[in-house]
């Protein structure tokens, strides 16, 4: 009986990772004609706090993989260490989610938004960082770059930090004691 209870458990949490790692990706398709604005990282974060470190790792890669690489604006197989920086990123924003767990509710609104505005310029940087390497234009070309994306990059800090400080503790009591069952 406790090896089918284990089994059981095991098929629950391959279950949500799965269905995380596919509302990542859906999110991310439904809303990729409005620049700098995704549910993504939120998804891949929010699976890590439900499922732990290592669901959050797998639902960032794969999420994150399904996205870039199919996403119909240009694929991210096309600019493989661009494609890898996405990848690599989201896979730990998924850990540091599952890392910080159910202590997040007992956080303050202001700090789960600054946590998501944190792993977003996160995902930013390393994403920047991928994009000047393979076109090769040095420090100054990253400064420009860095630069120049401000505006954009204001909106995209700025709404994750609003998604995340008013939607975790909504998603938390809304599917936590769910997907506790998949731990």
């Known amino acids: 009986m406790t090896d089918l209870t284990t089994r059981l458990q095991s098929l629950r949490s391959m279950i949500m990772t799965a269905l995380f ?5 859906a999110l991310g398709f439904a809303l990729v004609e409005i620049p700098n604005v995704e549910l993504i990282t939120f998804t891949v974060f929010m699976a890590g ?3 732990g470190v290592r669901s959050g790792l797998l639902v960032g890669l794969i999420g994150e993989g399904l996205f870039s690489g199919l996403n ?6 096309a600019i493989p260490p661009l494609f890898l920086a996405q990848i690599i990123s989201f896979a730990l ?4 989610g599952g890392l910080i767990g159910k202590r997040l509710v007992r956080l303050p609104f202001w700090v789960i938004g600054l946590t998501g505005a944190l792993l977003t310029l996160f995902y930013e ?4 960082l991928a994009t000047v390497l393979v076109f090769g ?6 400064l420009a770059y860095l630069i120049l994306g401000i505006p954009w990059s204001a909106i995209h800090l700025g709404l994750n930090f609003i998604v995340f400080a008013f939607l975790s503790r909504p998603v938390i009591r809304l599917i936590g004691s769910r997907a506790e ?3």
């Open 125 to 128: 940087l390393l994403a920047a």
């Open 181 to 183: 069952v998949a731990r």
């Open 93 to 96: 924003i998924g850990a540091v």
């Open 49 to 51: 706090v439900l499922l």
């Open 21 to 25: 790692a596919a509302l990542a990706a």
């Open 137 to 142: 234009v040095g420090e100054q070309g990253l």
């Open 72 to 77: 119909p604006l240009g694929s991210g197989l």
